[in-house]
């Protein structure tokens, strides 16, 4: 029987049932007004089956399905004032929404994991240490045998006032500790106060050329605004950032700055450290959780005023919102593809609208949906057409790998022209998209291969950790020495990775050094700093990488650029394959000759001819996109349509299937399926077999987002 009462309160608990629960709050548990009231966006500790849980309250109503005796009361209200503002919680409720998310889910998978379990927000207060009025009695000899002593003695008597952290830094703990025993200094907790308005830069900015002055001025930051800032590598897109930053700190606000990878570009985040002089986090999966909810709370309280972050810092609530920058928003890690799927930088865009603020979206290869987006009047298009500075953009040479060999995928040409280019004492940068030393190994005598059981794949030759690894799920075993077929030992790693090539040009240049960066090299921490480090030293050496020497990096003494295997992806099934590869190849493209040398990029490819690949030969991603957004328009495909994916997962294949028809039969049936709607499927998915599971998918494609997104709401009910 359905029940009123004034104190019901739906919460948000850890638990895979993705409903919402109900309970009480018990009469006089709650403060009348202000803070300490049990709102929507607190926690509570309550009783869920026979434990104790951390829920997140949803809603407050007064009504509730179940019998009102039978609800429980909560056990504590967890915080005094709401942990996620208003304006952020109906960011979230717009995502669940939208995404067809259950809210609860999507709440806590974004919380900072210490949060979750229900602790409570750091204190933010910083120790300050000064002398106490007993300093004046002191003479020199107290020092005598203790210049430690005498050297914190100095420095607190010169500031004043210096903060625990720093002492710890530069003092000895002993020293304090000695000074504090004779009474010379005592400490005090103090809040970190706001910024002075006058003293915001580190650094000065630069002059901006004339283009990059159009851009900034045409910045808005008095109200919501999109910008796609629309610039080649190199034309000074981050120096627009850190202006319209400096802009939006002397307004007294924090910007929110998403980055596609940290710890890949520790440049950029130096970037911000060396011109501002304001608190700055960083969010990201490498922080531990105490660093997180350190970093999330700054940014809250607004004791940061700069918050940099990958994806999910979409979500950190902020106390004075006034810019959001999306740097490289074409960037497919904006994109959540498991649990809670979202696209931060879509997101980023609703919650720019609803906090009234301008946001930025930078890249020198936008994603076709921003063009769009521009076409049609939502964003402002600002381009950049030159590089900042004296550099200019580099030459392009193909090399066709039908009239060419390779040894380790690299042609005779390209190893001459790296030979040049460290002769000249420069770097050159050699990409390779496949980590791992050979994407599979074959037996000459039976033609067996290694395929992983549990996806449809093979398995990659890792030679330096003697493994056979598989790049899906992560299955690994040993190389074997004997073919498990027919007991040859004709076993052969067949292609090219980056482990592979690396081998084969440290053979041909043996006293250069050679960098390979990829997701085996950068596993352990810092590994990519001493990349960055002997890159930026200047010496003559040979980067070799996969995409991850693509994004956003500054190598200034890189004049040229081989990629070795261009074909891959112009062929892919998803229709998003040619835009990715053409934002892939002009990417790396643009990590050649950034500064005052002239860059050189060179092309192996086995298909010169194919339409695409003479497109994109010509170097020019704008003519290149036009092509693909005439294609889609032709296809109807998005973003001149709207897309949903219905994929089935199961142990077998047929049951996969066989639950989309019968999805299908309820569509048709219940008469949802609106005309103009175009179904794809069920067909498997391009992997159909991917860790021991058998996915199935249907595509429901419509000009009407809203039908679709009825169609959803009717499936969800459905399953
Ligand atoms: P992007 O972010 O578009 O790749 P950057 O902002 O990193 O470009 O700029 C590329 C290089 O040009 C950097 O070394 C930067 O310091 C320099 N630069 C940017 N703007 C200017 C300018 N107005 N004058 C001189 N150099 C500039
Ligand atoms: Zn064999
Ligand atoms: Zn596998």
């Not at 769009?372 to 030159?386: E, P, Q, S, T």
């Not at 067996?448 to 493994?467: E, I």
């Not at 070795?564 to 990590?591: C, K, N, P, W």
């Not at 994929?647 to 639950?659: I, M, P, T």
């Amino acid at each position: 029987m359905a029940e009123y009462s004034p104190n019901i309160i739906r919460v948000a608990v850890p638990s895979p049932l993705r409903r919402l629960f109900d309970y009480v709050v018990p009469q006089g548990s709650e403060q009348k007004d202000g803070d300490g009231r049990a709102d929507v966006g607190c926690r509570v500790a309550v009783t869920f089956g026979r434990q104790e849980v951390v829920g997140l309250i949803v809603a407050k109503t007064n009504y509730s399905d179940i019998d009102i005796d039978k609800l429980k009361p909560i056990n504590k209200l967890l915080d005094s004032v709401p942990l996620i503002p208003s304006s952020l919680f109906e960011l979230f409720n717009w995502a669940a929404n939208y995404y067809q998310f259950p809210i609860g889910d999507a709440l806590f998978s974004t919380l900072p994991t210490l949060l979750r379990r229900g602790e409570g927000l750091p204190d933010l207060s910083t120790r300050y240490w000064q002398l106490t009025e007993k300093k004046s009695q002191i003479n020199d000899e107290v020092f005598a045998r203790a210049p430690n002593q005498q050297a914190l003695f100095d420095r607190l008597k010169e500031n004043g006032s210096v903060p625990d952290s720093i002492i710890s830094a530069e003092f000895s703990r002993s020293a304090l500790a000695a000074l504090e025993k004779k009474g010379l200094v005592e400490s005090t907790l103090r809040s970190d106060e706001g910024i002075e308005l006058t003293n915001i830069l580190k650094q000065d900015p630069l002059p901006l050329n004339d283009s990059q002055s159009r851009a900034l001025n045409n910045i808005d930051q008095h109200r919501f605004n999109c910008y796609l800032l629309d610039g080649v590598t190199g034309s000074g897109k981050t120096e627009i950032y850190l202006q319209a930053i400096d802009t939006a700190l002397r307004y007294g606000r924090q910007a929110l700055v998403l980055i596609p990878e940290i710890s890949l570009t520790p440049q950029t985040e130096e970037r911000f450290r060396d011109r501002f002089n304001v608190p700055i986090v960083t969010l990201h999966s490498g922080l531990t959780d105490k660093q997180r909810l350190l970093a999330w709370t700054k940014a809250k309280t607004g004791a940061a005023k700069i918050i940099l972050g990958t994806r999910s810092a979409i979500f950190t609530p902020l106390c004075d919102p006034g810019l959001i920058i999306i740097d490289e928003e074409h960037d497919q890690s904006y994109k959540q593809q498991e649990g809670f799927r979202y696209s931060a930088r879509d997101l980023a865009v609703i919650r720019a609208r609803r906090e009234e603020i301008a946001i930025i979206l930078g890249s020198a290869t936008p994603s076709i949906e921003s063009l769009r987006n521009c076409d049609l009047g939502r964003y402002k298009h600002l381009v950049l057409a030159d590089r900042a500075g004296s550099a200019v953009q580099p030459d392009w040479s193909v090399i066709d790998l039908k009239s060419e060999q390779c040894e380790a995928g690299v042609s005779a040409s390209t190893l001459l022209a790296i030979e040049q280019t460290i002769s000249n004492g420069h770097q050159a940068l050699v990409f390779l998209n496949r980590r791992g030393f050979a994407p599979a190994i074959i037996c000459r005598q039976c033609g067996w291969t290694a395929d992983c059981r549990s996806c449809d794949s093979r398995l990659t030759v890792h030679r330096a950790r003697n493994r056979l690894i598989c790049h899906h799920c992560e299955y690994q075993q040993r190389i074997p020495h004997l073919c498990p077929g027919c007991q040859s030992q004709q076993l052969v790693p067949v292609g090219e990775g980056t482990e592979r090539s690396e081998e084969y040009l440290a053979k041909c240049f043996p006293t250069t050094k050679i960098l390979r960066v990829d997701r085996d090299s950068t596993r352990k921490k810092g590994a990519m700093k001493a990349v960055y480090d002997t890159a930026n030293s200047g010496e003559p050496c040979i980067l070799i990488g996969t995409q991850m020497l693509a994004k956003g990096h500054h190598f200034p003494d890189v004049t040229l650029v081989a990629i070795l295997d261009a074909d891959s992806g112009i062929f892919s099934a998803d229709f998003r394959g040619s835009e990715r590869v053409a934002q892939l190849i002009t990417q790396v493209s643009g990590r050649a000759g950034r500064e005052k040398k002239p860059g050189k990029v060179i092309l192996q490819t086995y298909c010169q001819e194919h339409p695409q690949m003479e497109e994109l030969l010509k170097g020019d991603y704008e003519s290149f996109v036009k092509k693909i957004i005439k294609d889609r328009a032709s296809t109807k495909s998005p973003p001149f349509s709207f897309q949903i994916k219905l994929q089935a997962e199961s142990f077998n294949g047929l049951q996969s299937r066989d639950f989309l028809v019968s999805c299908l039969d309820y569509l048709n049936n219940s008469q949802h399926l609106s005309k103009g709607m175009k179904i794809i499927g069920p067909l498997p998915s391009l992997m159909e077999k991917k860790s021991g599971v058998y996915r199935w998918e249907v595509s429901f494609f419509s000009s009407s987002r809203k039908s679709l997104h009825n169609l959803a709401d009717h499936l969800q009910s459905y399953l």
